[in-house]
């Protein structure tokens, strides 16, 4: 997929604590009369829409982040009580233009993919591979005091980019914490983010220092 064959305006999902990651899988249970619309139209056309945060002290001109990510729907089911259960896929972050007057239930937004362009590729380089077990490390010492069970072995096999971006989703990293690294354009800078962030949640409290 290119950014050119891809919509400069978008139906937006915001919704609170849901960072979305290009290459990632987030399941949504739409019941709402808007989010419903949303995903009826969606399914009309390129199946297609993009989440994003709202902000946690919202304000009349800008409520929601201006980055999020475009997804599209890979799986759909309609319950008996008329919600929807979908999978929505990763395909690439935006930023946020402005807002378009609709009349429809939900937002839409002019958006620009250009400072994202990489989230389409599958490229990883050796020195980021190489960082990978000392990111894993930290990993396994977070979610052995958060006390999560993990597939480890599923993990291993991502790159870097796919690994943080998961983890990330799945962490109980604060909202504003998990929206720094969805910002974060190169992934030297996003593995600097996450090594800081995860690092910082791990303090060993004991010795009052971080695990290294």
Do not use: H, W
């Amino acid at each position: 997929m290119f950014i050119n064959n891809l919509p400069n305006k978008i139906a937006v999902f915001p919704l609170t604590n849901a960072v979305f990651f290009p290459k990632t899988i987030l399941p949504l249970n739409i019941f709402e009369k808007r989010y419903i619309q949303l995903v009826d139209d969606c399914m009309k056309d390129q199946r297609i829409f993009g989440m994003i945060q709202p902000k946690s002290k919202p304000n009349k001109k800008n409520d929601v982040y201006e980055v999020g990510c475009l997804g599209k729907i890979t799986s759909f089911n309609e319950t008996k009580d008329k919600r929807y259960l979908i999978g929505l896929t990763g395909i690439i972050r935006f930023r946020i233009d402005k807002e378009i007057k609709t009349k429809k239930l939900y937002r839409e937004f002019k958006v620009d993919y250009a400072d994202f362009a990489n989230d389409l590729t599958n490229k990883s380089s050796d020195d980021q591979n190489l960082q990978i077990k000392n990111i894993f490390n930290k990993i396994q010492i977070y979610f052995k005091r958060k006390n999560y069970m993990v597939q480890y072995d599923e993990l291993k096999k991502l790159n870097c980019d796919q690994l943080i971006s998961i983890i990330s989703m799945i962490s109980s990293f604060s909202p504003e914490e998990k929206q720094k690294i969805i910002e974060t354009i190169k992934i030297e800078d996003k593995i600097k983010v996450f090594e800081k962030i995860i690092s910082f949640d791990i303090l060993d409290k004991s010795k009052n220092k971080t695990i290294q």
